[in-house]
């Protein structure tokens, strides 16, 4: 009688229903914790692409083909440089330039 009535007792305290609490739950709350974890691994992978493909041309102000003759001209022209240092750094790319053959 005593074993029949523990059971009992502890299933009309419990404040779900007479089986348990079932089989999953406090796993109700890994489903949006798991859809989080995607979206954000998602995201950081997008980003790190994007970050690759810039990286892969120098970053945003350079081009895959831009020389540099043409940097230095453009550094000249905006006033970076003076006149007899942009003639002396010119003198030594054209000497240093690879032979093509």
């Not at 059971?7 to 229903?17: F, Q």
């Not at 083909?65 to 003076?82: K, Q, V």
Request: charged residues 20%; positive net charge.
């Amino acid at each position: 009688m005593l074993t029949a009535l523990v059971p009992s007792a502890a299933l009309a305290a419990a404040p779900w229903h007479p089986y348990g609490p079932g089989p999953f739950y406090p796993f109700f709350l890994l489903g949006p914790l798991v859809w989080l974890l995607v979206i954000v691994a998602v995201a950081l992978l997008l980003r790190r692409g994007a970050r690759r493909r810039w990286e892969a041309y120098g970053g945003p102000a350079f081009g895959p083909n831009r020389s540099p003759e043409a940097t230095l001209s453009e550094r000249f022209a905006n006033g970076e440089i003076d006149e007899v240092e942009y003639r002396a750094r010119l003198e030594v790319l054209r000497a240093n330039r690879p032979q093509r053959r």
